[in-house]
């Protein structure tokens, strides 16, 4: 009896057609016995039948695997076998469903289920992998008891929930909390441990590990204390404990993602988890410190309160990405990780909104669920949590979410489930509210000022339009808190923050007893995930960056100036005014500011971005054109401001050991962004000197970053790959920086002298991405003319589909914007995304993705 998986036709799943599954799993017990080619997993599962249900076929979903034996009530069965799954006759009562599978965990490169990376055994379940490890309704709603008999001569063998008993070449896990199959994990192999412990509020003790390949040990560190610390910070800010006895989080050479939220034995990306000095940027630090917080909060938003179905993928994500991001936000500096949040979401959900790809963060059908952790879902949705937030208040929140932890604790929820919480807890009505979950698209809100001398009011008239997006081309006016706040003309604030409450497609609100007419500040703290249309002058923005007593405006006020002056560059080859250097240098030179926020203040708007500005604007955007208005921006900057590049890249230099904390990321930070205007103008001597001295890969990198960007590079490439080989995680920025880096006609050229490295390993994504990310995120290299960045893209997204299918098809929204561009690019990139879905055997990962993305 086998059951192989082949090529069927890709169904459609619908949110209405949610049914509850008929049966009720009171206990699994599951025994591995691991072997690279042949692993038997053996499943020993009490069913009884769910009274909430009326369908009463027994169906267990399975995949790929070899179907040994199977019984029921200890009568061997012959189950009827399809390419997804199984069903059986069964009893009328509870009865024990038995089964025996074989399954290849070597030849599984889709890096989904039972896998090998690196000789070790990992599992990835979310969202539907379980069903490629053993015969089970691999659905987020049924939860059950899990007790784990691992079985292998491997020095280490771990699952969820706590050790029972172990000893050599077999271990028994035991997890008491009922959970879905998405959150089963299963480690073996020769690996290290880094421990440390926790004492939870009530005194519990809790063993903390991280797991590596021997040689790691000494990476682990800055995950334990970030552990520590987000345990802790979830104690004081939500009241939430953890609830075993041991906290396990294993690092993997090949992932599809970051991190996956196993309970007990959390599996990172080794990207997410490996942290060293000599080896980690600032950024990688913070990444690390933020995904380790991440998974660690979904022990209980997501497992201990999970989705009852993959539509409510929100649910777990929004809410965690949201604390998550809280969490960053107090332990660094708040409103530096608001603006690089913003960053992040206008680069990836705006654009993922504004195209072929748009969809609600709650979708209402999908074809592979893995298609949609997406920006939307995961970005958006933390935004909207953002929104509710500042809707009701800091003390309605925290009460909100006692209520849903107090009243959905071991459920399966929904929505629909999570507003009524909050409505219950703070008397609100959410109807129009939840709109932001249902309805895809980002509102562009126009605001236009009246200013009424003689009364002493400013009347601000807003209206909000929201562009049709597929199978929505309707879009009612939605809840959007719009946070305002008024300066007087010298800077002081004459009415603090204020929320003004959204709710209909035109409104206007009135501020009055001005005694004269002030500036406003608007959509401060980024309040809603709007674009924001608003005509205001450079005086009022120059204004607005010099005085702004909201960090995020001021900031937004530099960056929609930079980008005025791009747009004038680009449009009408304006040589950028006096005036934005000199607001510019003043921010810049400024000692009474964060570094790290000068830093970002000097980010120019990326070329996406300006691409999306243009084709806003109603203009075709030439991204080679974009770039050159860059260049020739940044020159001008390096130039007028030489001697402040000096002086910062002297005095923002951080003696004494490297600490990964806030202030000195900030510095260096600010440092490395001196160093690469400076060298614009010193032939690359000062990055030289920089990359020869480095004490950290901070250091390294941005110096070897410059050299790049400058084509000054002499040796230094060479020698940071000499130097760095043997580390994988290194090695993978070696090969993005060279292709980020590279000038617009080279950069295809670059990619595809990598692809030919011997280092290059089209199996492991890390790596993958390093390459092909880098080329996406390369604009006018991806974009040139000549088509050779959209052809090497699709050749190896070809490839790359035979082996995984989950990166291949996240990776395919390198074409989402397609539609931007003019009728050239646009019959390239949809000629490569035909080409790709013409493939004879394509996934149906890829199959959905090109087929959503092309007209
Ligand atoms: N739940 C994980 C996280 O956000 C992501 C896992 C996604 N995996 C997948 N195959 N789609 O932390
Ligand atoms: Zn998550």
Known sequence: MTAETTDTAPQTVYLADYTPFGFIPEKVELRFILDPHATRVLSRIEFRPNPQASDRRFFLHGEGLKLIAASIDGAPVTPELTDHGLCCEVPEGPFVWAAEVEIDPAANTALEGLYMSNGMYCTQCEAEGFRKITYYPDRPDVMSVFTVHVEGPYPVLLS???????????????DPWPKPSYLFALVAGDLVARSASFTTMSGRHVALNVWVRPGDEGKCDFALEALQASMKWDEEVYGREYDLEVFNIVAVDDFNMGAMENKGLNIFNASAVLASPETSTDANYERIEAIIAHEYFHNWTGNRITCRDWFQLCLKEGLTV????????????????????????????????????????????FVEINNFYTATVYEKGAEIIGMLRRLVGENGYRKALDLYFARHDGDAATIEDWLKVFEDATGRELAQFKRWYTDAGTPRLKVTEEWDGDAGR?????EQTTPPTPGQDQKPPRVIPVDVGLLNPNGDEVVPTTTLEMTEAR?????????SRPVASVLRDFSAPVILERQSDSAERAFLLAHDTDPFNRWEAGRTLA???????????????GDFIDALARVAGDDGLDPAFRALALRLPGQDEMAQALSDAGVTPDPTRIWEATEQLSDTIAQRMRPLWERLHTEMEVTGPYVPDAEGAGRRALRNTALMALSRCDGGAAARAQFAAAGNMTEQLGALSSLLATQTAKGEVDAFFEQWKHDRLVMDKWFGLQVMQARPEKAAEVAEALTAHPLFDLRNPNR????FGALAGNAAGFHHPSGKGY??????????DKLNPQTTARMCSAFETWRRYDADRQQMMTDALRRINAQPGLSPDTTEMTARLLP
């Not at 980008?563 to 005014?577: I, W």
């Not at 052809?791 to 790359?800: C, E, K, P, S, T």
């Open 160 to 174: 969820n929930g706590n050790p029972v008993d172990s000893a050599e070449g077999h271990a028994t896990w035991h």
């Open 322 to 365: 949201f604390r998550d991001q809280q969490f960053t936000g107090d332990m660094r500096s708040a409103p530096v990780a608001r603006i690089e949040n913003v960053i992040a979401l206008r680069g990836r959900q705006f654009r993922e909104d504004n195209g072929p790809l748009a969809h609600p963060p709650r979708p209402e059908s």
């Open 458 to 462: 400013l009347t601000l008239h807003l």
């Open 507 to 515: 409104q206007s609100f009135s501020f009055d007893g001005l005694a």
């Open 563 to 577: 980008r005025d002056v791009l747009l004038g560059l680009v449009l009408r080859d304006e040589a950028p005014s």
């Open 768 to 771: 993958f991405r390093s390459v």
């Open 791 to 800: 052809g090497l893209m699709a050749d190896w997204l070809i490839r790359l």
